[in-house]
């Protein structure tokens, strides 16, 4: 892809150049959770296996009641695996984003465009029409309730500074902020 900076630069194009990390994915995903309408799920679940272990361990350290050692081994382990979940998914994002190398975003206002060492993806607003900012990242959503869809664009990814600002006012002039 071959672009006229100076041109791109009026028409308020912002370019990216970045290799993938595993807390780009777990940022999307984090702030995935914060959209979604059944992330809550996940901690109610938390909440219940814990209060489960702690009375059955009290009612077995109290001699009230007989263990039960299914409980004791495997509510941990399920604790374990619901709080891991995310960095879980973060890791098999990475591993397949690694394979495609460098990426290259270019973000206008049409949409962006997202060109790696393997492929190249055109994205309009209206497919992914929220965003969200972090300290570290931008990410943009798809409207679905579970927003499956989603671009990760880091800030350490960009030029300068001044290209954050840029960035953000042509992700508030087509997009919803979430």
């Known amino acids: 892809m071959v672009m006229d900076t100076g041109r791109d630069a009026e ?7 970045y290799e993938p990390v595993v807390n780009d994915f777990l940022g999307v995903l984090r702030e995935r959770d ?13 909440g219940i296996v814990g209060v489960s272990f702690v009375l059955n361990a009290s009612l077995t350290a109290a001699g ?24 879980i998914q973060a890791r098999a994002f990475l591993k397949l984003a690694v394979r495609n ?6 973000v206008t206002d049409a949409g962006l465009t997202m060109v790696t060492d393997n492929s190249t993806t ?36 960009l030029a300068g500074p001044a290209d954050a600002d840029r960035l953000r006012e042509i992700l508030d002039r087509n997009l919803t902020r979430v």
Not at 101 to 106: E, H, I, N, Q, V
């Open 122 to 157: 055109s994205v309009k607003w209206a497919a992914q029409p929220r965003y969200r900012e972090t300290e570290d990242a931008f990410f943009t959503y798809s409207d679905d309730k579970n927003a499956g869809c989603f671009t990760v664009l880091p800030k350490r990814g």
């Open 101 to 106: 190398g460098t990426f290259r975003a270019t």
């Open 64 to 87: 009230t009641a007989r263990p039960n050692w299914f409980l004791l081994v495997w509510m941990p382990l399920l604790a374990v695996f619901v709080l891991f979940t995310p960095r």
């Open 11 to 17: 028409q308020g194009a912002v370019e990216l150049t």
């Open 34 to 46: 914060r959209l979604r309408r059944r992330a809550w799920i996940r901690y109610w679940a938390l």
